[in-house]
């Protein structure tokens, strides 16, 4: 952080101080030091180098001691990133993060060697750490040094207004030292104070183009990163971004709200709907708005938190941070079916906190038939999960407040004026040739829908794309001649990508650019290798049939390595992040698709650099495409039919999990389709293709069926070339939806917070099925050779809870109980007090019958038997012979009905009974389930 240090000289006073440059040209640093004794002329700003400016005051609080300042752009911080704000939130001293300061004291200053009375300032940087329990009755940060310490307080002026960072985070400026600490304890004023004036903030997003946003710094190693601001379609989509107020949804803010507010210590929930729905930006707001400090106490903080790294930047992940958390801590968890592993570790870490702040888990994805039920037969009832609500999105909520016309010109107003922000703010283009002012949105006549601005249907994603291809249509020419609102989107991404090649001094070749961003969309990258295959693959894809005229030069593979992670750079530990959002990423790699007649997909995915993690991400970023782009998913089917035995487990196995019903269907008859295609080519292998077309049917048959979890006891095989084997797959039993009734969450009558109390009879199909409470969802899933694909390694066991209220087993114990005294009475009046009782073999049949039905009840509702012979038998031979008895007492009793009649009335009476004694076992006392090792 030293290259944002610069030295701040009031001439007139004088005084000298440190600050900080939080973007080009906006410095932070203390009042007293720019401003003492209300001096509020402009002051000299000059960097380690040398290079001084002058700068005025943007934005002052003589109470916080706080002034921004601004200056040259250019002169000062060019080409830096701008700042991001944060705060220390958790106590964990197994991990408390290093912080670092840099400035100009006092002790440092030497006499100039030719000028008389005059002074040359040196920098120095410290390290240290902040205690959160240090100073914190007085509102500051206490900065405890580590490294470094002076005799007195004094020799540290000249330090003032000199920014902390912590994991790159500045946290806090510094306005005075301790004398009783000798030097040794600095004080800082945080950067969560100065949020709380809102003149602050607007400053910062009126200099920069960006809100600041006050981030958990000691967590930022686990959490994602919102990305720099840019003038691409992207960043202006991205639901993190927050370009556009958050339309419509108030029921469901609400809601959230109220559920974070509960008195439950922890709680999770999941958010669902289809792509495009605006359920990030709806946790984003979320996010926000308890973020703010509370009424009536502006330095309060409220809550804390962020959406989880997929890739955390720390490896092993230091989640038990998470525990100690001094706020309210709220997560958000994206694509949270394919995140199963690392969501069971967080939930793990906080089922053993013991501290009194409430942390909320929020799950999001698409659909929960595949995931949820069995997270929440592991979960609900715990530590971490009351009853399990869900939260289901639907495409009308985003304007359920509004209309069409009035969502369209907000988004096109708003993305003006962002645009228009982002130019001001140095971050400009040179394709427009209109001038751009923020319009006051006309609702009048409602809005004119041009070809360039039809929303493609009713998501308010499609809304917003067409009010930003509406907007850029109107600054260039060139983007109006388009016929749809993603063409217009892609082609202001194109000039986004010309700016950053040509700044790089390469040559800009748009088709080439086009190949590299749809496999790096696709692909992804964790490491910096994963990244220089993914390049080398796309290049040997797109110039496919001309290798001798088209090698992979090392410069120019690096080259675009550098342009790929500066057009699209992570927010987590992942070496690059990708286009977005998806609907648009998967149009411009369905464009690159169509241009390849249809070949890229299929030369891409089998691409020998690419390693099996980035073949999983590309085949699950080609499934979840597969509602709004046809064509990938068939481009994909293709490529695994012509390689089924490197991509078909992945695809048909893997990647079918993490899909939700609907979707995962369709994506395996796509397989099977390709594979029966490929099947009729001369060369094809019919061993090969028995094989996978098992594999692809057992995986549809227990999709079509309902049953969910499945694919975690499916043994992949490799193809036999003699006699292919299929291991069927025993799944975890039907979909569950989410359970209300917690009693805290707020009763919204317009949200689905699903009941499944009527739920519990789905249950009973549950007899032989295996249950997996953690899932492997990775990459490393390899096959089992065909030799020991038959012989199943022994599994360890489990108790699983099923998900039944309270007064759902009260009701099922009391059916059984009922049943019971039916059974008891039938049986003793007919061996007792009747004619048959004057044999005394048959006095003891009414017990043992009474024991059977207790042993069924028992072993088969608290154990998942497999389906052998006499498993299946001996439930109707019990309840055969209690038919018996009923027979036999209505013989007693001269009940005048046909005896086929009256055996099928019994048999009604006590099968429900049977049923519900077996399932009131398993409710009170759990399952005993197979699970993988």
């Not at 930022?220 to 720099?228: A, K, P, Q, Y």
């Not at 509370?294 to 998470?322: E, I």
């Amino acid at each position: 952080m030293e290259v944002r240090t610069v030295e701040v000289i009031n001439p007139r006073v004088p005084t000298f101080g440190s600050g900080v440059l939080v973007a080009p040209g906006l410095v932070l640093t203390a009042y007293h030091v720019a401003c003492p004794g209300g001096d509020r002329e402009p002051v000299t700003v000059r960097d380690k180098r040398g290079q001084a400016a002058e700068a005025t005051i943007a934005w002052a609080d003589a109470d916080l001691d706080a002034v921004l300042l601004q200056t040259d752009r250019t002169v000062l911080g060019a080409s830096l990133p701008i700042v991001r704000f944060g705060e220390l939130t958790c106590d964990y001293p197994d991990a408390r993060p290093v912080c670092s300061m840099t400035g100009f004291p006092r002790a440092l200053r030497r006499p100039h060697p030719t000028l008389p009375d005059a002074f040359v300032d040196e920098v120095l940087a410290v390290d240290g750490n902040i205690k959160p329990a240090t100073s914190s009755r007085r509102g500051y940060y206490g900065f405890e040094l580590t490294n470094t310490s002076l005799d007195s307080a004094e020799l540290w002026q000249g330090m003032s207004g000199a920014g902390a960072f912590c994991n790159e985070r500045l946290v806090g400026v510094a306005t005075f030292a301790s004398d009783f600490r000798h030097g040794g304890l600095l004080h800082l004023m945080p950067a969560a104070r100065l949020f709380a004036s809102p003149a602050f903030t607007d400053t910062v997003t009126a200099v920069t183009g960006m809100t600041p946003q006050l981030q958990p710094a000691d967590l930022r190693l686990l959490l994602d990163d919102v990305r720099d601001p840019r003038l691409s379609t992207s960043y202006l989509l991205n639901a993190r971004s927050a370009v556009v107020p958050l339309t419509g949804m108030t029921a469901q803010l609400d809601a959230l709200e109220a559920w974070c507010r509960t008195s439950r210590p922890t709680d999770v929930t999941a958010v669902t709907g289809i792509a495009g729905i605006g359920k990030t930006r709806l946790i984003t707001e979320l996010i926000h708005r308890l973020g703010q400090p509370r009424p009536g106490s502006p330095t309060a903080r409220g809550w804390t938190g962020g959406f989880l790294a997929d890739n955390p930047l720390q490896q092993p992940p230091h989640y038990r941070m998470l525990a100690t958390s001094k706020y309210p801590l709220l997560l958000a968890v994206d694509y949270a079916e394919t995140r199963r592993d690392q969501v069971d570790q967080v939930l793990d870490v906080l089922a053993a906190r013991d501290t009194s702040q409430p942390v909320r888990v929020l799950l999001l994805a698409r659909g929960r038939d595949n995931w949820w039920p069995s997270l929440r037969r592991a979960r609900q009832g715990t530590a971490v999960m009351s009853t399990g609500a869900t939260v289901d999105v639907d495409p009308a909520d985003a304007l359920a407040e509004t209309t069409t016309e009035h969502a369209f010109d907000t988004a096109k107003h708003a993305f003006a004026e962002r645009i228009h922000t982002l130019r001001s703010a140095g971050l400009g283009d040179d394709w427009a040739t209109s001038p751009l002012l923020p319009d006051t949105p006309d609702t009048s006549t409602g809005p004119v829908f041009t070809a360039a601005a039809e929303p493609a249907d009713d998501t308010v994603i499609s809304l917003h794309m067409a009010a930003l291809a509406d907007v850029l249509a109107s600054l260039h020419d060139d983007f109006a001649r388009y016929d749809n609102p993603m063409d217009v989107l892609i082609a202001h991404e194109v000039s986004y990508w010309k700016r950053i090649v040509e700044a790089r001094g390469e040559h800009f070749d748009e088709k080439l650019m086009r190949t590299l961003v749809a496999v790096q969309t696709v692909t992804g990258a964790t490491k910096l290798h994963n990244a220089q295959a993914a390049v080398t693959a796309g290049f040997d894809v797109h110039h496919a049939g001309f290798p001798d005229a088209a090698p992979n030069d090392r410069r120019l593979l690096a080259a675009y390595e550098d342009i790929l992670t500066a057009a699209y750079p992570s927010g987590d530990g992942a070496h690059w992040g990708s286009m977005g959002p998806d609907l648009l990423g998967a149009a411009l790699v369905a464009d690159v698709e169509d241009t390849s007649g249809g070949q890229f997909i299929e030369r891409l995915l089998p691409h020998p650099y690419l390693e099996e993690h980035q073949q999983h991400r590309a085949l699950t970023v080609l499934a979840r495409a597969t509602p709004t782009q046809p064509v990938l998913a068939a481009g994909a089917a293709r490529a695994v039919a012509a390689a089924p035995d490197k991509l078909l487990p992945l695809a048909a196995q893997t990647v079918a999990a993490e899909l939700d019903t609907d979707i995962a269907r369709d994506w395996l008859h796509g397989l099977q389709d390709a594979l029966d295609e490929r099947a009729q080519q001369p060369d094809a292998d019919p061993d090969l293709h028995t094989w996978a077309t098992n594999l692809v049917s057992t995986s549809l048959t227990q999709v079509e069926t309902g049953l969910g979890d499945y694919f975690d006891s499916l043994d992949q095989q490799q193809p036999s070339r003699d006699e292919p084997e299929e291991e069927p797959g025993i799944d975890d039993g039907p979909d569950e939806d989410g359970l209300d009734g917690d009693g805290d969450a707020s009763d919204e009558d317009d949200l689905d917070w699903d009941q499944d109390e009527d739920e519990d009879a789905d249950d009973e199909q549950e007899g032989n099925r295996e249950e997996t409470a953690d899932r492997d969802d990775g990459p490393d899933r390899t096959p089992v050779a065909p030799a020991t694909a038959g012989t199943p390694a022994p599994r360890p066991t489990e108790v699983v809870h099923p998900i039944t209220s309270r007064a759902a087993r009260i009701a099922l114990t009391t059916v059984a109980l009922g049943h019971l005294a039916c059974v008891a009475f039938i049986t003793g009046n007919v061996a007792y007090f009747s004619p048959y009782a004057s044999e005394p073999t048959f006095w003891l049949l009414p017990p043992s019958i009474i024991c059977a039905h207790l042993f069924i009840g028992s072993f088969y509702g608290h154990r998942q038997l497999p389906a052998a012979p006499a498993i299946l038998i001996a439930p109707p031979v019990v309840l055969l012979m209690t038919v018996g008895f009923g027979l036999m007492f209505s013989d007693v009793h001269r009940a005048n009905i046909n005896p086929i009649v009256m055996g099928v009335a019994w048999a009604s009476l006590f099968s429900p009974g049977m049923l519900a004694l077996t399932y009131a076992f398993r409710a009170w006392f759990g399952q005993i389930q197979f699970t993988d090792a």
